[in-house]
Every structure is written in structure tokens, then in C-alpha cells.
């Protein structure tokens, strides 16, 4: 049995992991209890530490290594939003698949109020995780400032919307190109009277939606009515609100194209209760091809992204390049594409 004393190597978490047969990490979730660990695997750890004599102490290891095998992924919407917007989940699936097979953990939570963007800053800057993937900023979101002072590897998911914000490693979607095929489509089946329901517009996804909404119209030689771009927030309930907006204020659509499913969803249900038919009064375009989109009535027409490839890439980038500084940024960009269903 390998002892601390006389000279000899004090037995190190490595060792256990070789003894055990498994990688490190699943040695530290044994330690710290995780139920994420099978008894046959627990039970190999357990007997690995017994035999070495390996006496754990997590604090200061972390202290010496600065490794903590943790990763924490950062959503800065409220908590309810976080379980209601399939996207999220979509970028949770894909980032833990990554993370599994490397034997790291995730740590999860949310931020938007400046209390809990400090209390959050204030975790992650403290050396408890080894690198955070942040998602969903809007324009008064601190921590990639906040991070990048403090040393902590980052990697975001869409591109901040200041160029203030640090963001040397980035995943994002190609919002501009997804916007054009959305608004060209409906277009090209013979609508002119085309509005949008934009996302939240303090953040670049709404933004890029917006912006590749109004090119393609101005290519087409349409001059937009300001009265059909009506403002949204990403939710159900903000698509409804925006659709009711639509039809009081302004002339009549003969389209929409919606800045995600979900505003589309309840858009399409402030239709049905002003007895309008979709398509044959209003057709309609979301963004995202979410479940909801396969399963709403009619199903929905929208912009496919590849939000379960972009959590694999934030964790690949994060984990590969970002912490280890492979290199000094990159971008990646994920395409987009159009599918066709029965609402527009």
C-alpha cells in the first residue's frame, strides 16, 4: 500500500483513476458523492482509494492544479425561461454529451438581474469551475467583461451585442442568412404585405434576424411600413402580444415571419382567436424548428438551427481550445435552412 510518509509519492487522484480504471473526473464525482456513477464503477473507486491509501481533499487540490474538472454553463434569462424555451435544452443536450465523454461536470444556472449577474461573477471568478459557456446576453450583461478580468476561459454562444464585450471564442448561429431564406420564402409565394415579429433587440440574435428581414425586402423593392416590424421578446407570451400589436395598429399582413417558434406559436394562436385562418389569411414563418414547430396547428414553417451542435461545439471549443489557449480566438458559425410545413 502506497503511504504519504517516508519518502514515498503521496498517492495522487491520477493514481486512484489509474488503479480504478476510469478517468480522473469520474474519480472526483466519486468523491464528492454524485449520484452520475454506477455502483459497479463507485465500488472500483472505493477499493482503488482503500489500497493506495489516497486521503481526498478537494480544496486543495483545486488550490495547487487549478483543475476543478467542472464547467459551468451560463443562461442569463430568469429561471422560468430556462425551462420553458426549448432551445435551452437543445444547448444543455449538446454540451453535456461533450462533457460526459471527457469525465468533466456542468454546472447550471441563470442570471439577469444585476444581483445575480454579481453573484454569479463573484463564483466563477473565485476558481470553482475551469471555464463557463455563456448563452442568451443581452446588452447589459457583465460577465464576459467580468470574466475576462479575472482569468476565467469563456466561450459564448452567439456573438455578444456590444463589440465591447470580450469574446475572443464564440459559437453562433448564422441569424442574418436564416432571416433572408425566412423572408425571401414567403416572397416568393406571393406575399408583399410581409411583417415581422423581431426577437429581443439588445441582443444580436434579434438584431441579425431584423437586419436580414429588412435586406431581403429592400432587395425585393418593397419599402418596409415601420407599423409591420413589431417588437417581441423570444417567449409565447411576447409573440402574442406582438401579434395583437400587429393587427390593431397597422394595416393588415398577408404574412409574418416570427424571430422564434415560440413568438410564432403564440402569434399563431392570436389569429385563430381573431378568426383568421393560417395560411389562407396569414401565412406563417418561425424561427428555430423546435418541437413546437412539428406539433403546433398546422405545423409550422420555419428556420431549422442546429442548437444541439451548437452546445457540442461551445463545450468542444471550450474544453480544446479555449482553456488549454490552442489559440488565441475563434469563431465558429453553424449554418442555417428553411423547412417547409403547412403554415406559410
Known amino acids: 500500500m502506497a503511504k504519504s510518509g517516508g519518502g514515498r509519492q503521496r498517492p495522487t487522484l491520477e493514481m486512484v483513476a489509474e488503479r480504478a480504471g476510469v478517468g480522473r473526473g469520474t474519480v472526483s464525482r466519486v ?10 464503477t463507485r465500488e472500483a473507486v472505493h477499493n482503488a482509494i482503500a489500497e493506495l491509501g489516497y486521503s481526498p481533499n478537494q480544496a486543495a487540490r483545486t488550490l495547487v492544479t487549478r483543475r476543478t474538472d467542472t464547467i459551468a454553463l451560463v443562461v442569463s434569462e430568469p429561471r422560468d425561461r430556462l425551462f420553458a424555451d426549448p432551445f435551452f435544452a437543445d444547448i444543455i443536450r449538446g454540451v453535456s454529451s461533450v462533457l460526459h465523454e471527457r469525465d468533466l461536470q456542468l454546472m447550471l444556472t441563470t442570471a439577469r438581474t444585476e444581483a445575480e449577474h454579481k453573484r454569479v461573477g463573484d463564483y466563477l471568478s473565485g476558481f470553482h469551475v475551469d ?19 479575472a482569468g476565467v476561459p469563456v466561450v459564448h454562444g452567439g456573438r455578444p451585442h456590444s463589440p465591447d464585450q470580450p469574446a475572443p471564442y464564440c459559437v453562433d448561429i448564422d441569424n442574418y442568412g436564416g432571416a433572408r431564406a425566412a423572408t425571401r420564402y414567403l416572397l416568393d409565394r406571393g406575399h408583399r404585405r410581409v411583417a415581422t415579429i ?7 440574435a434579434g438584431q441579425e434576424r431584423l437586419r436580414g428581414y429588412r435586406d431581403v425586402m429592400a432587395s425585393a423593392g418593397i419599402e418596409v411600413d415601420e407599423r409591420l416590424v413589431v417588437r417581441g421578446d423570444f417567449s409565447v407570451e411576447g409573440g402574442a402580444e406582438a401579434m395583437a400589436r400587429l393587427l390593431d395598429t397597422g394595416p393588415a399582413p398577408d404574412a409574418v415571419f416570427a424571430g422564434s417558434d415560440m413568438m410564432a406559436i403564440g ?25 413546437m414547430a412539428q406539433h403546433s396547428d398546422p405545423p409550422l414553417s420555419t428556420i431549422h438551427q442546429p442548437t444541439v451542435q451548437m452546445g457540442r461545439e461551445m463545450a468542444r471549443l471550450l474544453v480544446d481550445v479555449a482553456i488549454p489557449r490552442t489559440v488565441e480566438a475563434e469563431t465558429v458559425t453553424l449554418d442555417t435552412h428553411l423547412v417547409v410545413r403547412e403554415s406559410g
Open 31 to 40: 468523491i464528492n458523492g454524485s449520484a452520475q456513477v454506477s455502483p459497479h
Open 131 to 149: 471555464g463557463a459557456l455563456l448563452v442568451s446576453q443581452h446588452r447589459d450583461d457583465p460577465l464576459s467583461t467580468r470574466l475576462a478580468e
Open 198 to 204: 423581431t426577437g429581443s433587440l439588445d441582443m444580436n
Open 267 to 291: 402569434g399563431m394562436r392570436v389569429l385563430r382567436e381573431r378568426g383568421l385562418r393560417v395560411p389562407d389569411d396569414v401565412a406563417l414563418v418561425g424561427y428555430d424548428d423546435t418541437v
